[in-house]
């Protein structure tokens, strides 16, 4: 079994897997390493990857692309309707108030959401990784931005619950970016020392990613992050686009704003001068032929001029890279270095804004392309017990302050804030509330987020009833950032006390407490965690106890390991530190049922689109099988009519008429391949292939029986 990482890219996707020897990046069909990120539609099949971006501009409609920011959003959300202002596909409003993305596909309208279009592009890249593996792909890593939301990251997990994928964790991306600059990093301060504090800066091709992370042997802590969702290099691509539209208007009288093709064409052509002037300060010429009413158009720029045009790009770059230091609290020279990736860092006007902001050079000590995958693949190594990998600690941060609020209990109404933002991740937080009945919570982002609406989820905690006396009963709530960064109310579980009777019950029960408990204890492969004691909370009875979690699936099982179980111990507000067993509490902690209410697909809608991608996928196979059946038949004619021609291998072993039919039957599949036979089942082509062989064959067995009698060879050169 492989563990891969996978850098799910707006632009494109890298995998990245673990190997014994180190970690490797996956080359996909084409042999490149970054497969764009592009799904498309065609009367037969689906097109996925460098394929759907090469038909890209003679499929315009049913090209999709960009989707990666469209996940786990709704259709009225202001970012969906500025980003669908770009898109030459049909983008519209499901009836839920989703995205529904509509193409043509096997020469009917479909319409899917953007979390299946992201489970193509999953499936695709599955199958690069069981390709160049040779092994089945379950467990992976995939990488999120930092300021994706939770609706964003069910979103992501719900896509890839559709490919089947098995995701250990979802990883902020530059987070995996400081894993696979400190994992091999042999000189990182100690322990005890002060930690080595490296900025890293991700500009990639929608959005701009600056962390602040703190190294120490063996560990690493992301102490805050900086970030604009809306600042990319396709920023750059559309202001340069702008610039050549208005400039052919005036010059060509040509407007390339009423031409979607040629706007996309204008799009691509830009981006190559961009990268272009990356490496080149001179002014460069753009053409294009044949551009809109068959005329070809040509312009040029320089670097400076760019940097004009796009000032308002670079000015939010420069925003948010100060904003590093102030939410990391942290001045320049406290920065050992900054560390770039992400193809817009290529550009030198962005090094040199980085100069500016940290007082040195930006260092490209990373693969800029590849370092999320690796960090990915490496992470989904440390979390999977497939792959041995050196020991590393990674403490994240949750960039967003993160509100609960309860409802009316004793005519109270309580909310308060759980975990401020840049607070550690992945964390859990145990609320202590006293209620007699049933209760929720609700969850909310109480800071600015790149989301329209704060809504977390609410969770309806049940079977809760008073005590035999009437009273209310203790009820623990795990409130939890989890692996995924994602928030949620883990556990909700009741604890019942009673002064110890039994003797032998207590020591039995003493044992299953410290499995418990060892099992509840906080992080231990991850180690470098503190176990805050807090009170908290507006509320006398909000007991607050902080504590930091490994992962979710652990957790769960330890949770409801310690259903129904009575155990001893030291209560839980720890005042009773007594040896004497006999003054011992016995607690009984008993799993309530939640009902939540949050983002993400529903199991029946999960069910349901993972049998559709099903179908499909059995579409694609049985697509391809049809075109192999389709080319075998067409290399065959091909082959055996050059072998058969003058002065060929196969012209001297089989008689002139005979011959001559032969090739006239040659010629004629050839024109039937042309034209009825162009679209026809797998089976018509097999057929006329083994038609074709039972002429064929012979004819090579005779020659290949010549060439093995002694000196064969020899005579046939003398023959010809
Ligand atoms: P995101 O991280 O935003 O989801 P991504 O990971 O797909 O997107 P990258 O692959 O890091 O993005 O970067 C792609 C962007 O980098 C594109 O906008 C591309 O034009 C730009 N880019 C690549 N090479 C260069 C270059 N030499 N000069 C300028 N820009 C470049
Ligand atoms: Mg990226």
């Not at 550009?347 to 050079?361: C, M, R, T, Y």
């Not at 960039?399 to 409802?407: Q, S």
Request: aromatic letters at 8%; charged letters at 25%; a negative charge.
């Amino acid at each position: 079994m492989s563990v891969i990482g996978i850098d799910f890219g707006n632009e494109s996707c890298y995998i990245a897997v673990a190997k014994a020897g180190g970690i490797e990046t996956i080359a996909n069909d084409y042999s490149l390493r970054g497969t764009p990120s592009c799904v498309a539609f065609s009367q037969k099949n689906r097109i996925l990857g460098v394929a759907a971006k090469n038909q890209m501009v003679t499929n315009m409609k049913n090209t999709v692309f960009g989707f990666k920011r469209l996940l786990g959003r709704k259709f009225s959300d202001p970012l969906v309707q500025k980003e669908l202002k770009h898109f030459p596909f049909k983008v519209e409003q499901r009836s839920d108030g989703g995205i529904g993305i509509r193409v043509n596909y096997l020469n009917e309208d479909n319409v899917f959401t953007p979390e299946q279009i992201t489970a193509m592009l999953l499936t695709k890249l599955k199958d690069v990784a069981a390709t160049a593996l040779q092994t089945q792909i379950n467990d992976c890593v995939i990488s999120v931005p930092s300021y994706f939301t939770n609706a964003e990251r069910n979103a992501l997990l719900n896509a890839a619950g559709i490919a089947g994928l098995n995701v250990l964790r979802l990883m902020n991306e530059t987070t995996a970016t400081a894993l696979t600059y400190g994992i091999y990093k042999q000189d990182l301060p100690g322990a005890e020392e002060k930690p080595r504090n490296v900025v890293f800066v991700d500009f990639g091709h929608s959005s701009l990613q600056v962390s602040a992370c703190a190294f120490n042997k063996g560990k690493l802590r992301i102490l805050a992050t900086a970030t604009d969702a809306q600042c990319g290099g396709r920023d750059i691509d559309m202001a340069l686009a702008d610039y050549f539209t208005q400039d052919f208007v005036t010059r060509y009288k040509l407007d390339a704003r009423k031409n979607q093709r040629a706007y996309l064409r204008l799009l691509q052509e830009v981006e190559k001068l961009k990268k272009q002037m990356s490496a080149n300060s001179t002014r460069l010429p753009l053409n294009i032929e044949c551009f809109m009413e068959e005329r070809d158009v040509s312009g040029d720029m320089q670097r400076s001029q760019m940097e004009q045009i796009c000032a308002e790009t670079f000015n939010r770059v420069e925003r948010t890279l100060r904003a590093i230091l102030h939410n990391a609290k942290l001045r320049s020279e406290d920065i050992h270095s900054v560390e770039i990736v992400g193809g817009s860092t290529r550009i030198p006007a962005v090094k040199s804004l980085i100069e500016q902001a940290f007082g040195k050079h930006a260092s490209t000590t990373l693969n800029q392309d590849e370092a999320v995958a690796r960090g990915c693949a490496l992470q989904c190594a440390m979390l999977s017990p497939a792959v041995r990998v050196r020991e590393f600690s990674i403490t994240d941060v949750q960039p967003y302050a993160v509100r609960l609020a309860w409802d009316a209990a004793r005519n109270e109404d309580g909310d308060m804030e759980v975990f401020p933002a840049f607070h550690a991740a992945p964390f859990s937080k145990m609320l202590t509330f006293y209620r007699k009945e049933p209760f929720s919570v609700s969850a909310y982002y109480s800071d600015q987020v790149p989301y329209p609406d704060t809504f977390i989820g609410q969770w309806q905690i049940k079977d809760v009833q008073p005590t035999p006396e009437g009273e209310s009963q203790k009820v623990k709530l795990k409130v939890r950032v989890n692996i995924h960064g994602i928030i949620t109310v883990a556990s909700a579980s009741l604890v019942e006390k009673k002064q110890d009777t039994s003797q032998n019950e207590n020591i039995e029960m003493e044992n299953s407490s410290e499995n418990a408990q060892n099992q509840d204890t906080p992080m231990e492969t991850n180690g470098g965690n503190q176990d805050q004691q807090q009170q908290n909370g507006p509320e006398n009875n909000q007991e607050v106890r902080d504590e930091e979690m490994k992962g979710e699936p652990q957790q769960k099982q330890s949770w409801t390991q310690r259903v129904g179980q009575w155990f001893s111990g030291e209560s839980d507000d720890k005042k009773d530190k007594s040896k004497d067993k006999s003054k011992k509490v016995l607690v009984k902690t008993v799993e309530l049922p939640i009902e939540a209410q949050t983002h993400g697909l529903s199991v029946h809608e999960l069910n349901g689109y993972v049998e559709q991608e099903g179908k499909m996928q059995a579409q694609d196979r049985q697509e391809k099988e049809r075109a192999d059946a389709r080319n075998a038949l067409e290399e065959y004619v091909y082959e055996l009519r050059g072998k058969l021609s003058e002065g060929e291998t196969l012209h001297d072993f089989v008689a002139e008429d005979q011959r001559n039919k032969l090739v006239n039957h040659l010629d004629s599949v050839e024109q039937w391949l042309y034209d009825e036979g162009e679209d026809q089942n797998r089976q018509v082509y097999s057929d006329k292939l083994s038609e074709l062989k039972t002429e064929g064959e012979p004819i090579k067995q005779r020659r290949l029986e010549f060439e093995l009698r002694p000196g064969a060879l020899d005579e046939f050169a003398l023959s010809i």
